[in-house]
């Protein structure tokens, strides 16, 4: 029998602008109220608080709606300190007394825990730290406009739209004062269109640029950015192609942590907020409390972030990492910090891991650091892999919560759990969680 393309009937709904009361708020940061039983998503509302909307979208469970007006306002309402922040995509909680941001994230990573793997455990004291300037790397969007005026900044919300520049108050003040100094130096081009983008990165060194460009420049722009890197000591990269690399002047970059020096590529993953990241490395020592004795997992280890400073206290660690360059890389580093006691391993973590040589070992404790994803691809083996005691830190409360389940079916208890405030201003959190078998 043959079948005919139905095409789906799209639901109606007003348009008019309508009062909604703001009962909480979700993961996310955006406020929820309620239409007609119906639950209600308006980013850039607070709990409390009284406002008109307009529907944006409306589905069977729930509705999303654009924020009017704020008829009665919180009183955990505040006035945002970045002139660009109701146009530019990277931040999106400037509007919320910071105690407050912080209070909410707590709130959020609690309930998730909750609702999704059924653990409730008392918060440990936040990690926070300043927040602006925190920011130790940035990418910039270059283009000409219609007019061949140069725009250099970050994206509209939910858009390709690049919002203009010249200076962000989340990021670090050496990384800031780079910025219109750089405008000129691009203004001077005599082949503006062939850059793409700017990235910019803070070193324990300095500050390190790295100018992507579409097309060859010109002798004359190349030396431009020579001589502006030389007059202002930063280390200077070209990309040529996306991820392709070429050091023109200056040092290799490095940053310290717990004792020990990373270096790196800009282009490799680092924490943005050092000063979070160095808080952050250290409650994970510790709660995971390494002694002299115990062999540990690091998996999704990156550069050695966590497992440098971790060979400093235990007999043996061995690293995983799924990029092979920075498995090469983290090689490199414990040699530079003279650890013999640290070895790295590349990995498809999303794989089954048996087989591994690494695998086929046991040991005392774990430690996971996956991206937003989680680690579903590897939690089902970590019982087998013999640990007593796991360290897991994520940047994704809803995956941590799902991988959780996984842990507590393995024998293991939720003994420990903390949010760290990696992203001042944003609705995003880190979060570690300690379990024992």
């Given at each position: 029998m043959a079948r005919f393309f139905k095409p789906t009937k799209k639901t109606s709904f007003s348009k008019k602008h309508q009062e909604v009361q703001i009962e909480r708020m979700d993961h996310h940061g955006a406020g929820i109220g309620y239409l007609d039983n119906k639950p209600v998503f308006v980013e850039g509302a607070l709990t409390d608080e009284k406002?008109?909307?307009?529907?944006?979208?409306?589905?069977?469970?729930?509705?999303?709606?654009?924020?009017?007006?704020?008829?009665?306002?919180?009183?955990q309402r505040t006035k945002p300190f970045c002139r660009h922040y109701h146009q530019c995509g990277g931040c999106n909680q400037?509007?919320?007394v910071r105690?407050?941001?912080?209070?909410?994230?707590?709130?959020?990573?609690?309930q998730l825990m909750n609702k999704l793997a059924g653990q409730s455990v008392p918060l440990a004291p936040s990690i926070t730290g300043e927040g602006l300037g925190y920011?130790?790397?940035?990418?910039?969007s270059i283009q000409l406009d219609k007019q061949r005026n140069l725009v250099m900044g970050f994206r509209r919300k939910h858009s390709n739209h690049i919002i203009d520049i010249d200076q962000c108050p989340v990021l670090n003040e050496q990384l800031n004062a780079l910025l219109p100094e750089l405008r000129d130096v691009f203004l001077g081009f005599k082949q503006p269109q062939s850059l793409g983008?700017?990235?910019?990165v803070l070193g324990d060194k300095g500050p390190v640029v790295v100018v992507r460009h579409i097309k060859p420049l010109t002798n004359h722009d190349h030396k431009r950015l020579v001589e502006f890197?030389?007059?202002?000591?930063?280390?200077?990269?070209?990309?040529?192609?996306?991820?392709?690399l070429q050091l023109v002047t200056g040092e290799q970059p490095y940053y310290s942590e717990v004792g020990v020096e990373l270096p790196f590529l800009p282009t490799h993953f680092i924490q943005v907020n050092q000063e979070i990241n160095s808080q952050m490395v250290t409650q994970a020592l510790q709660w995971l409390a390494p002694t002299t004795s115990d062999n540990v997992l690091d998996l999704f280890c990156g550069l050695g972030n966590f497992t440098l400073p971790l060979a400093k206290l235990c007999q043996r660690v061995v690293g995983v990492e799924g990029v092979q360059d920075m498995v090469d890389w983290a090689k490199q580093n414990a040699a530079l910090n003279h650890l013999t006691n640290v070895e790295f391993y590349q990995a498809n973590l999303e794989q089954d891991l048996s087989q591994m040589p690494w695998a086929q070992q046991q040991f005392d404790k774990i430690l996971l650091d996956p991206a937003r994803a989680g680690a579903s691809g590897v939690i089902d083996q970590v019982s087998a892999l013999g640990a007593t005691r796991v360290l897991y830190v994520s940047c994704n409360p809803a995956t941590l919560a799902r991988d959780t389940q996984s842990l507590i079916e393995q024998g293991y208890k939720l003994v420990r759990l903390?949010?760290?405030?990696?992203?001042?201003?944003?609705?995003?959190?880190?979060?570690?969680?300690?379990?024992?078998?």
């Open positions: 406002v008109l909307v307009q529907l944006s979208e409306s589905k069977t469970k729930f509705a999303k709606a654009t924020l009017i007006k704020v008829l009665e306002p919180s009183e400037q509007h919320v105690q407050q941001q912080i209070d909410n994230k707590q709130v959020a990573l609690s920011r130790r790397r940035a990418r910039l983008h700017l990235e910019l890197a030389n007059s202002k000591a930063v280390t200077l990269y070209l990309m040529p192609e996306s991820g392709q903390g949010m760290m405030d990696m992203f001042p201003h944003t609705s995003h959190l880190e979060s570690m969680a300690l379990f024992e078998k």
